[in-house]
């Protein structure tokens, strides 16, 4: 762009295709660098399905307009495995939708002062997620409060799932672990310290299973979801009361209490009650003591996900 010089203005356009309709793009209207003039965000969602809008920030709305309106979509439906020819079938369906466009103008760069977890609980943005979707006949509510979402978390293949399986192929290992033990804790630290020295974590945010507990245990090595959610399925097969807790780390930004919005969870630990103690787990750190957590693991709200007493529990830092 040989014309370009200083104050020049480029606009330039992008399309983003993604199969998964759950979760809108969000968007951010501040800067931390450099105000902004004018900031837009607008969107068109057919009437079959309903997203959850999330404000953050302290700055109001230039624009703030809903209206109606109706679009065509090609839809091309899948292929049904119980017919002998595999045919697939391309759709056009006209279908009514809402429409809302946000607009912030003149808005400053977020200024960064000393001690914030991270500039990003407080810059101003929106974030979407699906509520619920209607096929013309049955709504079908998704996730509108934590129980919901902990009734879906618990039956994920790359999460939940694996928890609730009898992970037999376990108990060689866990016997060798814990042999020298004689009581229960020592038993639980045993395990503890044994997948910590043993293990390398290889993703530090990513809370959910990247593949299966016994490649995690023959590869010794998987990320945060991978290695702490073995951790739980150990203590479970050794009866312990284990449970998994989805967090938000300091620099990720603030976890919402009321309303689970899952894009914001993005670390796991274990919860071990034992005796009438509660220990929560990480075996991501090495050089983390057993019942202790990373600085960044501090950062207000967590989800405990149990079929028997999930709850909410607030890391605060003293």
């Not at 119980?82 to 391309?90: A, E, F, H, L």
């Not at 466009?101 to 960064?112: A, G, Q, S």
Request: hydrophobic residues 30%; contains cysteine; negative net charge.
């Amino acid at each position: 762009m040989p014309s370009v010089r200083e104050g020049s203005i480029i606009e330039y356009s992008y399309r983003i295709t993604s199969n998964s309709y759950f979760r809108l793009p969000s968007w951010e209207f501040q800067s931390f660098e450099y105000p902004c003039r004018w900031s837009e965000y607008e969107v068109e969602i057919p009437e079959t399905y309903s997203y959850t809008v999330v404000r953050q920030g302290i700055h109001d709305y230039f624009i703030n307009k809903g209206s109606e309106g109706r679009q065509t979509y090609h839809v091309k439906s899948p292929v049904d495995s119980r017919t002998p020819v595999d045919i697939s079938q391309d759709l056009t369906v006209g279908a009514n939708t809402v429409k809302h466009r946000w607009v912030m103008k003149d808005v400053p760069p977020l200024h960064i002062e000393s001690y914030l977890t991270t500039p990003r609980n407080y810059i101003d943005k929106i974030e979407f997620q699906l509520m619920r979707t209607y096929n013309g006949e049955d709504t079908r509510e998704l996730m509108r409060n934590w129980k919901q979402a902990t009734e879906e978390l618990l039956s994920k293949d790359d999460f939940g799932g694996p928890l609730t399986e009898e992970n037999e192929w376990l108990n060689e290992t866990l016997d060798k672990i814990t042999a020298g033990s004689n009581d229960r804790l020592g038993q639980a630290k045993a395990i503890y310290y044994y997948l910590q020295e043993h293990f390398t974590c290889t993703n530090h945010y990513d809370p959910y299973l990247t593949t299966n507990l016994r490649d995690v245990m023959k590869k010794n090595r998987g990320t945060v979801g991978d290695l702490n959610l073995l951790l739980v399925a150990m203590l479970r097969q050794k009866g312990f009361t284990a449970d998994p807790v989805l967090l938000s780390t300091r620099e990720h930004g603030f976890n919402l209490a009321k309303y689970p919005i899952l894009d914001r969870l993005n670390y796991v630990i274990g919860r071990l009650s034992l005796a009438g103690t509660v220990y929560y787990l990480d075996i991501a750190h090495p050089q983390l003591g057993f019942g202790q957590l990373a600085g960044n693991c501090y950062n207000g709200h967590a989800r405990i996900i149990s079929n028997s007493d999930s709850g909410s529990v607030f890391f605060v830092s003293v």
